[in-house]
């Protein structure tokens, strides 16, 4: 059955839905998924990136996830994009963090020259796919850690996007 996952998330008391059911259940999660309403930007996120895109010399900013295509327009949507040179995402791509491949491509989608990883800067908010993933293709990485998330020892670790702001502030970065 293709929709298996929707029909394990059901009551286990409720009558198994049919087919129609499910489907139409689908449909209406990945149609409320991919408008603004259920989306928002991280807190700090546009202050961060407005900073970032007033700097003398701006860096080349760009989102890596693993999210199929409908995240262009939810960029769009909680104002994000306008900030962004580029975004990739693992559906379009075939490949997704923590995959080596999934960082090359950013690298050549940058549309800088010559351009290596120990020049590149991941942000994100999962230690396995985000930092992980980052460091193994020579990238620098920075862990933001959400709710229970315990702080990694030994990496450069913040609790928000505004704490890394402050941070690139006090650093005169």
């Known amino acids: ?3 298996t996952t929707l029909q394990n998330a059901l009551p286990k008391s409720q009558s198994p839905a049919n087919e129609d059911t499910l489907s139409s259940l689908a449909d209406e ?13 991280a807190p700090g996120a546009v202050n961060l990136l407005q900073a970032l895109k007033k700097r ?7 989102v890596l996830s693993n999210f199929d295509p409908r995240l262009h327009e939810i960029l769009q949507l909680t104002l994000l994009k306008p900030y962004l040179d580029f975004v990739l995402t693992s559906h379009e ?3 997704g963090k923590p995959n080596v491949q999934f960082f090359r491509k ?6 800088l020259e010559n351009l290596v990883g120990s020049h590149c800067l991941h942000i994100g908010n999962n230690y396995e796919l985000d930092y992980v993933g980052a460091t193994n293709a020579g990238w620098n ?6 709710g229970g998330q315990k ?4 990496i450069l670790t913040f609790d928000s996007l505004s ?3 402050s941070y690139l502030a006090e650093q005169g970065e």
């Open 141 to 146: 990485a920075v862990f933001i850690k959400q």
């Open 93 to 95: 791509q075939q490949c």
């Open 29 to 41: 999660l990945i149609s409320h998924f991919s408008t603004g309403k259920p989306w928002t930007a």
């Open 106 to 111: 950013a690298e050549k989608t940058s549309g």
């Open 151 to 154: 702080k990694e020892e030994h």
């Open 163 to 165: 704490a890394l702001h």
């Open 1 to 3: 059955m293709p929709h």
């Open 56 to 62: 003398p010399e701006p860096p080349v900013l760009g």
